[in-house]
């Protein structure tokens, strides 16, 4: 088996596979550009770690830097507490000391490729961790914090994978169509890609729900740059949304995008919009 020739794979990363082959392999990849970086790898799945070893054997070095502490390979049920709903925060907590823990110990930050799908195969749990996917992501723009995050498509359905890719700034094709993730930029509280239709109201209900942008602020920045296509009802979710949060929203768009037009047609009066 050989190694893909493609880039970076990015920096929080929702990867949904058919062939446990197929995790593995990109699992290699994205450690082994960690490694290259400077950075401590944690592999994480289900079985024994000694097994989960031979799962990076491609990997040129891995066995060493497992034994010099430069990797490490990790069965799900020590990473994460495996037999209750997750605890977002608490689950972030354990990642971010690990992350500087690994500063501490001279690496450039931390890098995992995690197995997670055992953790999500009921709807209280699916919530949980989807919740908790944000949390990360908004601690990754700011710490040397990256992750593969891998779901086994014959456990979870369409559908549920899409939940979790959407919480995602990069996943594997097809994973979702909508995505609402962290900005790095710290006048964004939030950013919305993709195409929302029919289809896809539900998700980015939920994704709002769980991400959660307004919080406690009355006022927000959307960076909806990369909204590819957004029809009426979208723009209500995103509307009725604010509306329960008590907000508004400033959503910088392109001058020609579907949502700028929307805006300008419905005039909602939470969504405020920002050309650029």
């Given at each position: 088996m050989q190694m893909p020739h493609s880039g970076s794979l990015g920096r929080h990363v929702c990867w949904a596979f058919d062939d446990p082959a197929d995790f593995r392999l990109r699992a290699a990849?994205?450690?082994?550009?960690?490694?290259?970086?400077?950075?401590?790898?944690?592999?994480i799945a289900k079985g024994d770690p000694e097994l989960l070893l031979d799962d990076l054997s491609i990997v040129q070095g891995f066995r060493p830097a497992v034994a010099s502490g430069a990797a490490q390979v990790m069965s799900i049920d020590s990473?994460?507490?495996?037999?209750?709903?997750?605890?977002?925060?608490?689950?972030?907590?354990?990642?971010?000391?690990?992350t500087e823990q690994a500063l501490a110990d001279g690496h450039t930050g931390l890098r995992v490729a995690a197995d997670t799908t055992s953790l999500?195969?009921?709807?209280?749990?699916?919530?949980?961790?989807?919740?908790?996917?944000?949390?990360?992501?908004?601690?990754?723009?700011?710490?040397?914090?990256t992750a593969l995050?891998?779901?086994?498509?014959?456990?979870?359905?369409?559908?549920?994978?899409?939940?979790?890719?959407?919480?995602?700034?990069?996943?594997?094709?097809?994973?979702?169509?909508?995505?609402?993730?962290?900005?790095?930029?710290?006048?964004?509280d939030v950013v919305l890609d993709g195409e929302i239709d029919?289809?896809?109201?539900?998700?980015?209900?939920?994704?709002?729900?769980?991400?959660?942008?307004?919080?406690?602020?009355?006022?927000?920045?959307?960076?909806?740059?990369?909204?590819?296509?957004?029809?009426?009802?979208?723009?209500?979710?995103?509307?009725?949304?604010?509306?329960?949060?008590?907000?508004?929203?400033?959503?910088?768009?392109?001058?020609?995008?579907?949502?700028a037009i929307l805006i300008q047609l419905l005039s909602p009066p939470r969504l405020h919009l920002e050309i650029r």
């Open positions: 990849q994205y450690l082994s550009e960690g490694m290259a970086g400077g950075a401590r790898v944690i592999y990473a994460y507490d495996a037999h209750a709903t997750i605890d977002p925060a608490q689950q972030l907590q354990f990642y971010a000391d690990a999500v195969l009921t709807d209280a749990n699916l919530d949980a961790f989807a919740r908790y996917e944000h949390l990360a992501d908004r601690y990754m723009v700011s710490h040397p914090l995050c891998a779901f086994d498509r014959d456990w979870l359905t369409a559908e549920q994978v899409a939940q979790l890719a959407c919480m995602h700034p990069q996943a594997s094709p097809e994973a979702t169509q909508v995505r609402l993730y962290a900005a790095a930029d710290a006048q964004i029919m289809a896809s109201h539900r998700l980015l209900h939920a994704a709002l729900e769980r991400a959660d942008p307004a919080g406690q602020n009355s006022s927000i920045t959307i960076d909806a740059m990369g909204v590819e296509f957004i029809d009426h009802e979208g723009v209500y979710v995103l509307s009725e949304y604010l509306s329960r949060r008590a907000a508004t929203a400033t959503v910088r768009c392109r001058p020609e995008s579907s949502l």
